[in-house]
């Protein structure tokens, strides 16, 4: 055997990265989601006009978390990806990204802040295309994980754009201090 893993072995060793990084990610996204109410939970949600394309209410925590489970598959593939050059930058990347990903339920949802909310979207699809890049670079199957993920955020920048452009003022619809939906921890 001149091999210094076998094929079994390099399985097994991304199935442990695998089994921390996507509970992890999914733990963080339903957190984020629960400081918060959303969809129909939420009075001023509720309340705006949406654009045409809107999904119905269960389509998104269906989306979220496929989405935080591809992203916890591929964030696990480039943490097993000892010894690559990009390595430091993919997960840095990572980490930014997720960080922004996680501020935007809580400002659109709770602050109500419907503008900020639009630049957090184009912020997270920046990030996550150039994520994209980075990845693709150390491992193809990561980067091709991400693809949902940014078709997501572009029906995302529509969905908050249009809220935005149909209910103007969207940010006083609801009084801020009688009816803010962040819970208190």
Do not use: C
């Amino acid at each position: 055997m001149n091999e210094i893993a076998s094929q079994q072995q390099l399985r097994l060793a991304f199935l442990r990265w695998a089994v921390v990084t996507v509970p992890f990610v999914l733990l963080l996204g339903f957190t984020a989601a629960r400081l918060a109410p959303a969809g129909s939970q939420n009075a001023w949600y509720a309340a705006l006009v949406k654009p045409p394309l809107t999904p119905p209410d269960w389509a998104f925590p269906v989306a979220w978390t496929t989405i935080y489970i591809l992203l916890g598959l591929a964030l696990a593939m480039i943490l097993h990806a000892r010894g690559a050059r990009l390595r430091g930058v993919a997960i840095l990347l990572f980490a930014v990204q997720l960080a922004v990903n996680l501020i935007w339920s809580p400002v659109f949802f709770g602050m109500h802040q419907v503008t900020l909310a639009l630049g957090i979207v184009a912020l997270m699809f920046a990030l996550t295309l150039a994520m994209t890049v980075v990845f693709a670079r150390i491992r193809m199957l990561a980067a091709v994980l991400l693809v949902p993920y940014l078709a997501w955020l572009l029906l995302a920048f529509y969905l908050n754009y249009g809220i935005m452009a149909l209910n103007p003022g969207a940010e006083t619809l609801a009084p801020s201090g009688s009816t803010t939906q962040i819970i208190k921890l």
